[in-house]
């Protein structure tokens, strides 16, 4: 898998790439990131990669030709197609459904963005996708590269100290993940739930299928619907929900 980024700050990545779970898949080459400073495909001295809009109006725009220059350099270097995906307001958002399927993916070309946006021919002409990281504006797309880069990452075979973890994520399911308890058993006046002391596997499966089911009931009902909709819930599932007071 590769994932090749233009952008004006590649010295953002270089930490991320050294640290936590994921270096190890960075390190040995399964996820291989490519950087591609976009100033290195300025034509003028002053490397510059940037102009005004037209029309007027604050900020500046990323100009086409260093980008197409950018893109085709990559290109030329990669020996599968890929597609570009663009970092943008615009986008839409980005799921756990869309990380899996770049998960099992050869990887992709990500842009980012940065002043008041590309210009919007080579959106039209090179951008195959756009995607968000939510209802917010950022100062460049370098922070949702990272995420997108961490997200993938770690679905990748043996990254994860346990090959099952990233199995019982949040969304992995469509659902929100359950609670979770450690040392001490008991803090103060909490305890631990006895059920998960018990040594009993059905009891304690059982009882973290009611907790997602009723957390995610509470706080995001618009997964359960869209459960329901999949058929994603059980008949012991429904009943559970039909008995939650919300």
Sequence with gaps: MRFDIVTLFPELFDPFLKVGVTRRAYTTGQVDVRLWPLRDHADNTYRRVDDRAYG????????VEPLERALAAIRADR???APVILFSP?????TQSRVQALAASPGAILVCGRYEGLDQRFIDRHVDEELSLGDFVLSGGELPALTLLDAVTRLQPG???????HEQDSFSDGLLDCPHYSRPETLGDDAVPPVLLSGHHAHIATWRRERQLELTARRRPDLIAAARQ???LSRADELYLSKIRL
């Excluded at 007027?56 to 100009?63: A, D, E, R």
């Excluded at 990254?159 to 973890?165: D, F, G, H, I, Y």
């Design 79 to 81: 020996v599968e197609a």
């Design 56 to 63: 007027g109006g604050p900020g500046m725009v990323m100009l």
């Design 90 to 94: 615009a986008g839409a958002t980005l």
């Design 159 to 165: 990254v994860l100290n346990a090959a099952a973890s």
């Design 230 to 232: 999949a058929g994603r």
